[in-house]
Nanobody, 125 residues
Framework: QVQLVESGGGLVQPGGSLRLSCTAS?????MGWFRQAPGQEREFVAAVRWSDGNTFGTDSLKGRFTISRDRAKNTVYLSMARLYPEDTAVYYC?????????????????????WGQGTQVTVSS
């Protein structure tokens, strides 16, 4: 079982920036970030395919959220800029070792069998 360990959450003021990290303990084909605000469904944020480094995002977050990876460290990052209070949520790292996702599946929760414990991001003044 691959373990995912997240870090980097916290409290930030509106307009601020934050970077989340997630390190996988084993082989990974793709890693992604999802978020869940209170009373809402967990939603896809961004993902990266390990083999070719292709990234997949969410239109509404483009320009503010960027996903990247460090293959040598088996780590994925989510850089978040110009944060709004609406970005407040628990952010979850996800990974798959079983599937080699394509564009139509990499945004789906069911693609991922490994999940991190979640890290709280709170945007507030």
């Amino acid at each position: 079982q691959v373990q995912l360990v997240e870090s980097g959450g916290g409290l930030v003021q509106p307009g601020g920036s934050l970077r989340l990290s997630c390190t996988a303990s084993g082989n990974i084909n793709a890693m992604g970030w999802f978020r869940q605000a209170p009373g809402q469904e967990r939603e896809f944020v961004a993902a990266v395919r390990w083999s070719d480094g292709n990234t997949f995002g969410t239109d509404s977050l483009k320009g503010r959220f960027t996903i990247s990876r460090d293959r040598a460290k088996n780590t994925v990052y989510l850089s978040m800029a110009r944060l709004y209070p609406e970005d407040t949520a628990v952010y979850y790292c996800a990974g798959t070792s079983r599937w080699r996702p394509i564009a139509s599946t990499i945004r789906l929760r069911q693609t991922y069998e490994h999940w991190g414990q979640g890290t709280q991001v709170t945007v507030s003044s």
